[in-house]
């Protein structure tokens, strides 16, 4: 059974980069756990090619976040039309809420994870890469409060604008006619610093939407960098699997990343 939610608002108004005719308005969906004291939380963005957020990748992960004792936070982030940098503002918003309300909501502010899912993981996947860039700053009393993540959980991620991009992603995101700079502003792999918080990939090696080698390039470069990193390439998988219930093997990457949390004391 999954967990009850409530849902907040991220912005407050029109959310910065949104015309005043556009409705839709990004919000958090709050999953906590009882604890006794502070915990981890992982904030989640589902994917769903910058066109939409897949349900199965929202809520179900929580409860499985949950029942590994984190708190867990869904970003109901903007798609298409809006074009970037919407959706990076909104998982940064979201990861500064979560560290600003930590006290009321039992949150360790310094173990604070962002998990996505294809589109999703290039959302988090930015995130974790241009989080000093001051395009994540609105001007707000939230600025003051850090929206790198202490850990990235990427499960077959867009991660790439080249050779092996998911374009329908990357034109959603960007538009049709971005600029070369653009591209490769947003072909994350080429960003990774030694400050890239510790990652866990995973993503099945036939994946027939996004190529494996996104992931095999976003773990490249944390190597390059030396940033820890634990990666899972799985024989076979549909793209979008999620928590893939109807595949045993694949199902394990769960149960690995929570053994993953627990080592990083999460």
């Known amino acids: 059974m999954e967990p009850d939610a409530r849902s907040i608002p991220l912005w407050p108004g029109q959310p910065p980069e949104s015309k005043p005719e556009e409705d839709f308005r990004p ?11 502070p915990r981890g939380a992982v904030v989640i963005c589902p994917g769903g090619g910058y066109c939409g957020r897949a349900p199965h990748e929202g809520a179900g992960y929580a409860a499985r976040f949950n029942a590994a004792g984190l708190h867990a936070f869904v970003v109901q982030y903007r798609v298409s039309p809006h074009r970037h940098p919407a959706p990076l503002l909104d998982a940064a918003r979201a990861v500064r809420i979560v560290r600003d309300r930590a006290g009321e909501w039992n949150v360790r502010p310094d173990r604070v994870a962002v998990c996505g899912s294809s589109a999703g993981g290039h959302v988090a996947a930015s995130l974790a890469v241009h989080s000093g860039d001051p395009a994540v700053n609105t001007g707000g009393r939230l600025d003051a409060v850090g929206a790198r993540p202490d850990a990235l959980i990427l499960c077959y991620p867009v991660i790439t604008t080249g050779e092996f991009a998911h374009r329908g992603s990357i034109d959603n ?94």
């Open 27 to 37: 919000s958090l969906d709050l999953y906590p756990v009882e604890t006794r004291g």
């Open 173 to 266: 995101l960007l538009g049709p006619d971005a600029s070369d700079g653009m591209l490769r502003k947003m072909s994350l792999e080429l960003h990774v610093t030694e400050k890239t918080p510790p990652t866990f990939l995973w993503h099945t090696a036939n994946d027939p939407g996004v190529p494996v080698e996104n992931s095999l390039l976003f773990a490249a470069a944390l190597s390059r960098h030396h940033v820890p990193f634990e990666l899972h390439v799985y024989p076979d998988g549909a793209h979008g699997i999620g928590l893939a219930e109807d595949n045993a093997h694949v199902a394990t990457w769960a149960e690995l990343c929570g053994d993953w949390f627990a080592a990083m004391g999460f």
